[in-house]
């Protein structure tokens, strides 16, 4: 059993800042890209940055210049720093994870069930 567990969401006044984590538990052999998503009420969920066992990074053009991902490979962990936070940011934010479970052959895609993150103007 593979589980991702977010933490770190909460409320926030614009122009704050937030650090949001995700942490991978388990039977795991490998795990590969990790992410941030968010979805946004009556939105479809979009992504917000990826980052791979090598530590390359994507954002998407709205977390650009604000938002950090990074991740400890030792500890199972992929964090999302947040800082310049708009009210436009509101939304539940979901940790996504490609991991080999131990005995596997091939790698399974996981959700975290969410943190709520919402900023106020």
């Known amino acids: 059993q593979v589980t991702l567990v977010e933490s770190g969401g909460g409320s926030v006044q614009a122009g704050g800042s937030l650090r949001l984590s995700c942490a991978a538990s388990?039977?795991?052999?490998?795990?590969?890209?990790m992410g941030w998503y968010r979805q946004a009420p009556e939105k479809q969920r979009e992504l917000v940055a990826t980052?791979?066992?090598?530590?390359?990074?994507n954002y998407a053009d709205s977390s650009k210049g604000r938002f950090t991902i990074s991740r400890d490979n030792a500890e199972k962990t992929v964090y999302l720093q947040m800082n310049s936070l708009k009210p436009e940011d509101t939304a539940v934010y979901y940790c996504?994870?490609?991991?080999?479970?131990?005995?596997?052959?091939?790698?399974?895609?996981?959700w975290g069930r969410g943190t709520q993150v919402t900023v106020s103007s």
């Open positions: 996504n994870a490609d991991i080999r479970p131990r005995y596997y052959s091939r790698t399974v895609n996981y």
């Open positions: 980052i791979t066992s090598g530590g390359a990074t």
């Open positions: 388990g039977s795991i052999a490998e795990i590969r890209t």
